[in-house]
């Protein structure tokens, strides 16, 4: 049974102020990479006097939902509606806090070095974000040196952050930011190696499914600055795309002063992110969810970051390649949303990429 539970705006010393569980109605919460915990929203039935009290001195309390010990959901109130039976209210995960201060010690990673991702991701959360725990210990390291990387001063860290991880690293990995429980920042590179959730045909409320030709390229360069000049990477070409499909070249650009390396990174994980047509959904709705080992398991445990398979949508005697099979039916979840009142659990799924459909290929051999 969830258990949700609010707690003042001090996280130093936090003060339990209520266990809202039995007065809650219309939870929803929600997960998201980037970001972690996303959104929780729930209806709260109290007097007018309890209204003003949530209005006036309860901005920024934080709420914990969780099982037991396990934390689901964690947030901080930034939203405050009245309604006839009382107030709705809508909490944001603290991966909002990274956008709180801008940051504005830009010029530090245009000299020295070497300076890699999680070098200034780690500094701007310890000048910029005191609400994110000081544990660095789960920021991994992409690798790549990315000196002289310029940004514009005034920019917020939550912005920064999807920049530096557009630059993958040398194997051209997918890389996501996220706060979790405890409110302990991550940073780590997308992780296909296993299925974790399972569903059939059956199970599910909604669907729908999209092969779209817009985000397909063969060939892709990157553009930077160079010591102040224009410069373009060599052109990256994948040829089986290119007989598979056709010609079509994409420009990467926007990257500003970086090294070499670093833009080369930024062109290869763009196309082998771009260079199958993959399945695409907005609206996968599921009413149950299993595990490997086929038990069955609440909804609410699902998160951004898993990936899930649809069982029973293509048929076994389907004449697909692996590309095609994968991209159909196996998904990385880059957002998930539960709704508590109607037992419901919405997954966005991230297309796939080739590294996925080998892996999920690799399972399906054993």
């Not at 003060?15 to 997960?31: A, G, H, K």
């Not at 310029?150 to 194997?171: C, G, H, K, M, W």
């Not at 898993?306 to 697909?320: N, Q, T, Y």
């Amino acid at each position: 049974m969830l258990t949700a539970t609010l707690y003042n705006a001090d996280l130093s010393t936090p003060v339990r102020i209520e266990d809202l569980t039995q007065r809650i109605e219309n939870l929803r919460f929600s997960t998201l990479l980037h970001g972690g915990f996303g959104e929780c929203t729930f209806d709260l039935i109290c007097s007018l006097g309890e209204v003003w009290e949530w209005r006036l001195k309860r901005y920024f309390y934080r709420l914990i939902i969780r099982e037991v010990d396990t934390v689901f959901w964690e947030g901080r109130l930034e939203d405050i509606e009245f309604i006839l039976k009382g107030l709705r209210v809508t909490f944001l995960g603290y991966w909002r806090n990274l956008a709180d201060e801008p940051y504005n010690n830009t010029a530090t990673w245009s000299v020295g070095g070497p300076h890699t991702a999680d070098d200034i991701i780690k500094a701007m959360l310890t000048a910029n974000c005191p609400q994110i725990s000081a544990d660095q210990s789960n920021i991994q390291d992409p690798g790549l040196d990315l000196m002289p990387q310029t940004f514009n001063d005034d920019q917020y860290p939550i912005d920064l952050v999807r920049l530096l991880a557009e630059f993958s690293d040398s194997t051209q990995r997918i890389w996501y930011f996220a706060i979790w429980a405890d409110r302990i920042p991550y940073f780590f590179p997308r992780n296909t190696a296993t299925i974790d959730w399972y569903v059939w045909l059956p199970n599910m409320h909604s669907i729908r499914l999209m092969a779209s030709a817009k985000d397909f390229w063969s060939r892709i360069y990157s553009v930077y600055l160079s010591g102040g000049t224009k410069t373009r990477t060599a052109t990256a070409t994948n040829t089986e795309a290119e007989a598979k499909y056709i010609k079509r070249v994409r420009a990467v650009t926007g990257l500003g002063e970086i090294s070499a390396a670093a833009a080369l990174s930024r062109r290869d994980m763009e196309l082998d992110y771009r260079k199958e047509i993959q399945q695409q959904t907005d609206a996968l709705i599921v009413t149950a969810v299993y595990d490997s080992n086929g038990k069955s398991r609440d909804l609410w445990r699902v998160r951004a970051g898993d990936v899930v398979r649809i069982v029973d949508l293509v048929p076994a005697s389907a004449d697909l390649d692996a590309v095609s099979l994968d991209a159909l039916r196996t998904f990385y979840i880059v957002e998930t949303r539960y709704d508590a009142a109607r037992a419901r659990l919405t997954l966005v799924p991230d297309r796939e990429s080739r590294r996925l459909a080998v892996s999920v290929a690799e399972l399906l051999a054993r």
